[in-house]
């Protein structure tokens, strides 16, 4: 049983085109975030959601917008997306007091 | 504020031991370590509370000077299986919700 599962797992689409990355976790954590690695393998925070609720926005444009129908759900939604938004993705989940963060297996997302 | 993390890379033999440093302008909460192998997602390997606290499994151990706001990590005789980048992540409050700010990494080669 997969922790954390992110779909899709490669995405690639064209400059000004709207995209969307799904994430679930079956871990029963209450806080799941966003973070994106780029080229150099830096990891940044974007978004952190606790039951639902929008903790962390990072500077992140607004063409980003996560979406937590449930607290177990955290999707993210990309408009007019840019070449400089390739990337790989990773969702992930914690609960506190716990052991760490669980990541998903990431969303390579190439704009071409 | 981002950790720094040292050094940026290492080549090691089998069975050499590696220490990777982070250290924190900032007072930390906690610090995470996660080990990412290429192509995959970042895993946990440990938390660090107290400062002062020091944690190990197998032979990867960690200690966490919160006087310092540094935390190291020690691989004794490292195995093929430790290559890879390491991570550390610094939390500088309570609660997780806030998400870990993460150092750009320390990458890890270990030759037979």
């Known amino acids: 049983d997969t922790a954390v599962s992110q779909t899709p797992k490669y995405l690639v689409t064209q400059m000004g085109n709207d995209k969307s990355i799904k994430c679930e976790q079956n871990l029963g954590h209450d806080t799941m975030y966003w973070y994106k690695q780029d080229s150099k393998k830096f990891l940044k925070i974007m978004f952190s959601y606790n039951n639902k609720e929008l903790i962390i926005n990072e500077t992140v444009p607004n063409r980003f917008s996560p979406k937590s129908p449930d607290k177990a759900h955290l999707n993210l939604h990309i408009n007019s997306l840019e070449l400089g938004d390739s990337a790989v993705y990773f969702c992930a989940s914690s609960q506190e007091g716990g052991n760490g963060y669980t990541f998903g297996s990431g969303t390579r997302l190439t704009v071409v | 504020q981002q950790p720094v993390q040292s050094p940026q890379a290492v080549i090691l033999r089998e069975g050499e031991d590696a220490v990777i440093n982070c250290s924190s302008s900032?007072?930390?909460?906690?610090v995470h370590w996660y080990r990412q192998k290429h192509g995959e997602a970042p895993v946990f390997l440990m938390i660090l509370l107290k400062g002062g606290e020091q944690k190990g499994h197998d032979k990867i151990s960690a200690s966490f000077n919160e006087k310092k706001q540094q935390s190291s990590l020690y691989l004794t005789a490292s195995q093929l299986s430790y290559s890879g980048t390491y991570f550390c992540?610094?939390?500088?409050?309570?609660?997780?919700?806030?998400?870990?700010?993460f150092g750009k990494g320390t990458h890890l080669i270990i030759q037979p």
């Open positions: 992540g610094a939390e500088d409050s309570g609660g997780g919700a806030d998400g870990l700010t």
């Open positions: 900032k007072a930390l909460y906690s």
